[in-house]
Nanobody, 122 residues
Framework: VQLQASGGGLVQAGESLRLSCVVS????????LGWFRQATGQERELVGGIAWTGGFTKYADSVKGRITISRDAAKNTLYLQIDDLKPEDTAVYYCATPPGPNYGCYAIMEYWGKGTLVTVSS
């Protein structure tokens, strides 16, 4: 299984950005996909996730209201739309999948992409 995140870059505060994560290698489909981020010197944190079947989403309180997570099953692609970007959103963003049915819990993830850097200037 491979996950490849892309779409990061340097943006100004207040702008929007959409990250993508292409998933490959599954014989069927992943149970769910999650977005995480890690700022320099800080622990990695959950941004949110989505169930592959049904599309149920979960968002971290710190970003709720500014992000939308979606997936395109036909393209095996996960998306993260971040609006009204803030300097504190600066981080490397990772996509990941759990090892099995996670019932909305993203604490244990099995496969990780390499991450894409988002830098927000003020």
């Amino acid at each position: 299984v491979q996950l490849q995140a892309s779409g990061g870059g340097l943006v100004q505060a207040g702008e929007s950005l959409r990250l993508s994560c292409v998933v490959s290698g599954y014989t069927a489909s992943p149970y769910a996909l999650g977005w995480f981020r890690q700022a320099t010197g800080q622990e990695r944190e959950l941004v949110g996730g989505i169930a592959w079947t049904g599309g149920f989403t979960k968002y971290a309180d710190s970003v709720k209201g500014r992000i939308t997570i979606s997936r395109d099953a036909a393209k095996n692609t996960l998306y993260l739309q971040i609006d009204d970007l803030k300097p504190e959103d600066t981080a490397v963003y990772y996509c990941a999948t759990p090892p099995g049915p996670n019932y909305g819990c993203y604490a244990i993830m099995e496969y990780w992409g390499k991450g894409t850097l988002v830098t927000v200037s003020s």
